[in-house]
């Protein structure tokens, strides 16, 4: 029971680079999430899919799109990388949606956009 | 960020209790209170959540006022891998979400 795995664990990009973030959890959780954490900022949330089928903007999204590829994956895509998005970006799942349930994250991935 | 308030960081020595408060005035009355717990390098991971007064399990202890808006996380008898960030989550501005706040760093020596 691997939880929620993240892809890749490493990225070093140039500005103006693509590249997509993958994130897969096997406990069939309904609700998924991507965060970013930078050094004195604790954990932002960019995007979140309550269920499968639907996407909404958390509190830092521009700049990045999301998919919910089916229940199991939701994907994190930068189309035009820049520096400020250097960060280390979390994948978490959760029951649902409701205030409250407990998330369960991923390793992160540690991104370098120069 | 959310609109809570805990120490930035805290020291404890091995078999010490750490206790860490964190203050959030405006969590709704129907909310749980949450503690999430950091170890380098990884993410962060629940620890626990009540609703009132007493909760306990086997990682910590969570102490909550009535009047809710404080909340108490006691960890008994520290080791040197309690050392981590630990966060308490609160309401965002809407009041619709409870998010992290900036969290405390334990540090725990021997």
């Known amino acids: 029971n691997a939880g929620v795995t993240q892809t890749p664990k490493f990225q070093v990009l140039k500005t103006g680079q693509s590249m997509t973030l993958q994130c897969a959890q096997d406990m069939n959780h309904n609700s998924m999430y991507w965060y970013r954490q930078d050094p004195g900022m604790g954990l932002r949330l960019i995007y979140y899919s309550a269920s499968e089928g639907t996407t909404d903007k958390g509190e830092v999204p521009n700049g990045y799109n999301v998919s919910r590829l089916n229940k199991r994956e939701f994907s994190l895509r930068l189309e035009s990388a820049a520096p400020s998005q250097t960060s280390v970006y979390f994948c978490a799942s959760s029951p649902g949606h409701e205030k409250g349930s407990p998330l369960h994250f991923g390793n992160g991935t540690r991104l370098t956009v120069t | 960020l959310a609109k809570t308030t805990q120490p930035i960081s805290m020291d404890s020595y091995e078999g010490q209790e750490v206790n860490i408060t964190c203050s959030h005035n405006?969590?709704?009355?129907?909310?749980?209170i949450t503690w999430y717990q950091q170890f380098p390098s990884q993410g962060p991971r629940f620890i626990i959540q009540g609703y009132k007064t007493k909760v306990t399990n086997e990682v910590a202890s969570l102490f909550i006022p009535a009047d809710r808006k404080s909340s108490t996380l006691s960890l008994p008898r520290v080791s040197l891998s309690d050392t981590a960030v630990y966060y308490c989550?609160?309401?965002?501005?809407?009041?619709?979400?409870?998010?992290f706040g900036k969290g405390t760093t334990l540090s725990v020596s021997s």
């Open positions: 989550l609160g309401p965002n501005q809407a009041g619709t979400a409870l998010i």
């Open positions: 405006n969590i709704a009355t129907n909310d749980y």
